[in-house]
């Protein structure tokens, strides 16, 4: 798919976290997204990511992020081919990780 949505760093998305509450949508698996992931996430396994995602509301921008940065890409496509509107964090929580020491 080649759908446009917009894309940011971990350190835009820190940013973005302390001007406005917004919505993170996790795509990691259940284990890793218990071991790391960003506080108030939700989580929704890349596994479970096609049955569930129809149940999203339509009224909020998803910012999506997963392990290393490469599902959620492939969540943002089918989202963005939902309707919703998106933005893809760039390098996942290993980048996360790493810009949090």
């Not at 406005?20 to 939700?42: M, P, R, Y």
């Not at 999203?56 to 392990?67: A, N, R």
Request: net charge negative.
């Amino acid at each position: 798919m080649n759908l446009m949505y917009h894309s940011m760093t971990v350190g835009e998305l820190a940013e973005k976290m302390q001007e406005e509450s917004i919505t993170i949508l996790d795509v990691q698996d259940k284990e890793d997204f218990d071991q790391n992931h960003i506080t108030g996430a939700i989580n929704l396994p890349i596994g479970e990511f096609v049955s569930e995602a129809e149940n999203l509301p339509k009224d909020k921008t998803y910012y999506v992020i997963s392990k290393a940065g490469v599902r959620n890409v492939r969540a943002c496509d089918y989202l963005t081919s939902l309707g919703h509107d998106v933005v893809n964090i760039q390098g996942g929580m290993n980048a996360w990780q790493t810009l949090r020491g």
